[in-house]
């Protein structure tokens, strides 16, 4: 029985398209994160703090207790997610605790324990730990998702690009360290002095500081210029990312739609998975009926 329950309670919190629960479960917590987000940024107003303060404190209270009881259950429930075969429950259980979202979920928790345990720390260093709770978002959020695949898939491309930005950074940063160094010591003196101006003028395309010579000059301009095609690649990089992963994502809907519909016959419990792989995919209604008449086409010809 509790095994049963314990894979029940996983694929609700986990969002299993066969649990119609686990979509009332991510609205639930997705709105105690933005409650508890924008609590930490009234509480920060001094005037709004001195108010009701009393009322944040209890929200916060319950909002702890609120995610630890989640954690526990998802620590609980998984597991179930593999077999005594497959490694047993602890493989499950560990799998989350030491993954990116186990470790949110878990400091979600851990500004309140610390204030508890530790009542000296600096209050403004727990209010910024309390609004990482917002990163829980990313777990039902398909978009932070797709970016965090494109950017996993793509990753080689992007050490390749942020080896060239660190060799431009450092000859843009030596230039100018020779060309402005004796005449502003104070922001050019050395080479890393002048680091920092080069990373805020590529990434910016303005730095922080004016030259004052002909050769500055024109080593700002061609920094200013480098900063914008290094903005170009990136963005490419990232198109072509967000390009291969909606690709990816329609190729296996389209799968999963071919074999629903392999034997002509679509029963309620598919329609409903079918409908809620489509919005876990963001595919509108037009690709969806695209990809059924293409299906109609090859089974006619």
Same mark, same amino acid.
């Given at each position: 029985?509790?095994?049963?329950?314990?894979?029940?309670?996983?694929?609700?919190?986990?969002?299993?398209?066969?649990?119609?629960?686990?979509?009332?479960?991510?609205?639930?917590?997705?709105?105690?994160?933005?409650?508890?987000?924008? +609590?930490?940024? !009234?509480?920060?107003?001094?005037? %709004?703090? #001195?108010?009701?303060?009393? $009322?944040?404190?209890?929200? =916060?209270?319950?909002?702890?207790?609120?995610?630890?009881?989640?954690?526990?259950?998802?620590?609980?429930?998984?597991?179930?997610?593999?077999?005594?075969?497959?490694?047993?429950?602890?493989?499950?259980?560990?799998?989350?605790?030491?993954?990116?979202?186990?470790?949110?979920?878990?400091?979600?928790?851990?500004?309140?324990?610390?204030?508890?345990?530790?009542?000296?720390?600096?209050?403004?260093?727990?209010?910024?730990?309390?609004?990482?709770?917002?990163?829980?978002?990313?777990?039902?959020?398909?978009?932070?998702?797709?970016?965090?695949?494109?950017?996993?898939?793509?990753?080689?491309?992007?050490?390749?690009? +942020?080896?060239? !930005?660190?060799?431009?950074?450092? %000859?843009? #940063?030596?230039?100018?360290? $020779?060309?402005?160094?004796? =005449?502003?010591?104070?922001?050019?003196?050395?080479?890393?002095?002048?680091?920092?101006?080069?990373?805020?003028?590529?990434?910016?395309?303005?730095?922080?500081?004016?030259?004052?010579?002909?050769?500055?000059?024109?080593?700002?301009?061609?920094?200013?210029?480098?900063?914008?095609?290094?903005?170009?690649?990136?963005?490419?990089?990232?198109?072509?990312?967000?390009?291969?992963?909606?690709?990816?994502?329609?190729?296996?809907?389209?799968?999963?739609?071919?074999?629903?519909?392999?034997?002509?016959?679509?029963?309620?419990?598919?329609?409903?998975?079918?409908?809620?792989?489509?919005?876990?995919?963001?595919?509108?209604?037009?690709?969806?009926?695209?990809?059924?008449?293409?299906?109609?086409?090859?089974?006619?010809?």
């Amino acid at each position: 029985m509790f095994e049963q329950q314990k894979t029940t309670l996983m694929e609700i919190l986990e969002g299993s398209l066969t649990q119609p629960m686990s979509k009332y479960a991510e609205w639930l917590i997705s709105t105690v994160v933005l409650v508890n987000c924008s +609590a930490v940024i !009234l509480d920060s107003v001094p005037e %709004v703090h #001195a108010q009701y303060k009393d $009322f944040f404190h209890e929200l =916060e209270f319950w909002s702890v207790m609120f995610f630890t009881l989640e954690y526990v259950m998802r620590v609980w429930s998984l597991g179930a997610k593999f077999t005594a075969a497959e490694g047993g429950a602890w493989k499950g259980r560990k799998g989350y605790i030491f993954s990116p979202f186990g470790l949110i979920d878990f400091f979600a928790t851990m500004p309140f324990f610390l204030h508890v345990f530790f009542p000296t720390l600096d209050l403004r260093i727990l209010r910024v730990l309390r609004l990482l709770r917002i990163l829980k978002l990313s777990k039902y959020n398909t978009a932070l998702q797709d970016l965090f695949a494109a950017v996993h898939s793509e990753r080689r491309a992007f050490g390749s690009a +942020a080896f060239l !930005l660190l060799i431009a950074t450092v %000859v843009s #940063a030596s230039l100018m360290h $020779f060309a402005e160094g004796h =005449e502003q010591p104070q922001h050019f003196g050395s080479i890393p002095h002048s680091i920092y101006w080069a990373i805020v003028t590529i990434t910016a395309g303005y730095g922080n500081v004016e030259p004052v010579t002909k050769a500055g000059e024109v080593i700002a301009l061609l920094t200013g210029f480098l900063g914008v095609c290094m903005a170009a690649i990136m963005t490419g990089i990232v198109a072509s990312a967000f390009s291969n992963q909606m690709s990816r994502k329609k190729a296996a809907y389209q799968s999963q739609l071919r074999q629903v519909l392999s034997d002509g016959v679509v029963s309620d419990a598919e329609k409903e998975s079918l409908r809620r792989l489509q919005q876990q995919f963001r595919l509108s209604d037009a690709q969806v009926q695209s990809m059924i008449d293409e299906h109609k086409a090859e089974k006619s010809s």
